[in-house]
Structures are given as C-alpha cells and as structure tokens.
C-alpha cells in the first residue's frame, strides 16, 4: 500500500497558496481587482513526482472548470435585462420561477392562438337573412253592396237607377253593361218590364276577383183604359133589314228595331259645325247658367262634328262618351226604347242629354259637374 502523505502535503500547499492569493486580492487601498491566476498555469517550486503533480493539477482544474460551467449558466438564465433600480455590472440572482416555469407555449407558438381569438371576438359569423318571401296573389272578391232600390221593392217608373258601393278600383256590371264608378260609389240605369226584374250586377277588381250581388225589383206599369164604343144600331120601318156597325179599336204598334242602336234615334249627319247650331238643344236639356260651358266643351271634345270618333279611346259623338258606359248613360237620359236599345252615340240630342246625366251624377256626389269633362273651357260668358 502506497503512502498518501505527499498527496495530502500537495493538497495543504495548494490551499495555502490560494489563501495567500485571495487576501492579496482584497487588501484594503487597492483600487485594482487582481485576477487570480489560472490554476492550470500555477508554477509549483516544490520537487514533486509526475503522479503527485497531476493529482494537483487534477484537484485544481476540476472545481474550476465547475464553477466556470456554473457561471455560463447562471448567465443564460439571467438573460433578460434587469429590473429598473439594478445597478449595471451587477449579476442578478437567477429567477428561480421563469426557470422552472417549462410548460409555458413557445411565443411563436402563442400569438396565433391569441390573434384568432381577436378575430372571432372582432369580426363574428354573420348569417344571411332569407329572402323575403314572395306576396301573395290577390285572391279576395271585392266587396259589393246594392244600396237602391232595395231587394224586393216595387218601382213605378220604367227606367230605374240602380246604386251601390264596391271596392275602390272594381268596375260594375249589369250584364253587358257597365256602370259609371266614382271613388267606389256605382251607379247604372236599368229598363225594366212589367211585373218580377231580377237585376244582377257583378263586380270585378283588379286581379280578376269576382262578387256577384242578385236583387228582384218589381215595376208596377200603370194601368191603360181601352175604350170600345158600342155598336151602332139602325133600325127602318117595313121589311127593311137592320144593319149593325161596329168600331174596331185602334192599335198602334212600334216597329222593332234593328242594328245595334235603336232606330228611333239614328245618327245626325257627320261633319264639322259651328257649335251655336246646337245651343237650342243644349238649352233643351241643360240649366242656363250650363249652356256656354257646355257649348265650350263641344267645341273642344268634337268642334261640333256629331259623328266624331277617337279611335284610341272609343270616345264618340259631340261630348265624346266612351262607347263602354255609353249604354247606361243614354238609359240613364231616356234614350231607350221599348226593346231596350238605346240611342246612337253619334245622335246629337242624345249625345248632349246623356251628357247631362253624367253631369247630374257627378253633381250629387259632391263633385263639380264638369269633372267628366276634365276642365271648362272659355267659350261666351263661361269661364276656365
């Protein structure tokens, strides 16, 4: 067994010489820090075998090289600048708590996460509202309602004036014809015959709807006296034979008309004319103060032409009635015959007082009488 007394000598040595070293290093008035001189250079005058001298050199260089390696890695810990308030050249102590802290998501890692959540909170999914739906087709029949005569009443006049209300925009119907609407108030004339009339009148909207409204009227005809004479009685004295005359009653009978319109109210004869040619008949059927209005208007609808026609609109004669109301606005004036044909529309006298019951229809719903018209026109002492 080999002796360890020159090992531990070498040992004692070694501390000594450190020892001496470092209280040089901190003796007071120096105001240079010495560097201790690196063990590995360290020049031993001691005579010394070669194993004793690398076990010294081996018990110097291990603690340093330890402390070295303790040093570099306190420092990268460390890394992070210091703290306000630490002074520069100072080595701060390691925090042990970033240290251990390991689980921490890298920060290349954790930005994404955070810049998707500020993107769901900032700009949230929007779900397109649906289309509106489409509107339904109009499907309700419009209203309709008789006003007068009422259902069932008894008339004593032939020619009867039917009115009532509907849907604003409807048109009215009595069979083939229409009546005059006005902000939804109807009215239409009707002949009637003796006895039982069933009416039915049909109003249409816009869409096609349809309501169909049916009242009886009953036309109470006056009663007509036939007076028979009695028969002539001659007698003659003798043998002479007795001769009885009698008178046969005197019928008169209406021919039928024929065509479209009633023949006992033709068409004047066309051409343009002087509107005064027909003041008598406008005075015949409207009031005094009406009659320059009236003229003015003739001037303007037909320059006095009773067979003046628009094509585009199917207005005709001398106040240019539309053939489509013509029908109830001659009735309505008593241009109608036995056989319920009315008036030509190109018959002036008719044209003028069908003209004035449009008027009056107008007048007794609160409207100016010359609405149909548009507008009066200046024509003698009548004024725009």
């Avoid at 009031?287 to 009773?306: F, T, Y």
Wanted: net charge negative; proline share 8%.
């Amino acid at each position: 067994m080999r002796s360890r007394i020159p090992l531990v000598l070498a040992g004692f040595l070694i501390i000594a010489l450190i020892a001496t070293v470092g209280l040089a290093a901190f003796t007071p008035g120096e105001t240079e820090t010495t560097q201790a001189p690196d063990v590995e250079t360290l020049d031993l005058d001691l005579a010394i075998s070669g194993r004793v001298a690398s076990a010294v050199l081996a018990l110097a260089v291990a603690p340093v090289r330890d402390a070295d390696l303790a040093t570099s890695t306190t420092i990268a810990v460390a890394e992070p600048a210091p703290e306000s308030g630490a002074q520069p050249g100072t080595t701060a102590a390691p925090d042990t708590t970033a240290t251990t802290s390991t689980t921490a998501a890298p920060d290349d890692e954790a930005a994404p996460a955070v810049a998707s959540v500020t993107a769901t909170a900032e700009e949230p999914a929007t779900t397109a509202a649906p289309p509106p739906p489409a509107p339904k087709a109009d499907t309700t029949p419009p209203a309709l309602q008789v006003i007068s005569p009422k259902n069932g009443a008894t008339v004593k006049s032939r020619i009867v004036e039917f009115t009532g209300v509907t849907e604003q925009g409807a048109e009215v119907f009595s069979g083939p014809f229409e009546a005059e609407v006005d902000n939804g108030n109807w009215a239409i004339n009707l002949v009637l015959a003796p006895g039982a009339n069933g009416a039915a009148f049909t109003a249409r909207d816009a869409a096609g709807n349809e309501t169909t409204v049916r009242i009886v009227v009953y036309y109470d005809a006056p009663t007509t006296t036939t007076t028979t004479k009695a028969p002539a009685t001659t007698t003659t004295k003798g043998s002479t034979p007795t001769t009885t005359t009698t008178t046969k009653p005197t019928t008169t009978t209406t021919a039928a008309s024929t065509g479209k319109y009633s023949s006992q109210w033709p068409a004047d004869s066309g051409g343009i004319r002087n509107v005064e040619n027909w003041r008598s008949t406008v005075a015949k059927y409207w009031r005094a103060d009406q009659v320059d209005c009236v003229l003015g208007i003739i001037k303007r609808e037909s320059r006095g032409d009773p067979t003046a026609y628009n094509s585009t609109y199917g207005a005709s004669g001398l106040m240019q009635h539309l053939i489509k109301y013509w029908p109830s606005r001659a009735a309505g004036a008593g241009f109608v015959d036995s056989s319920g044909k009315v008036a030509s529309p190109f018959n002036g006298a008719a044209n003028i007082a069908a003209g004035k019951w449009l008027a009056d229809y107008y007048e007794s719903r609160g409207s100016n009488w010359w609405a149909p018209w548009s507008r009066l026109t200046t024509y003698g002492s009548c004024g725009s």
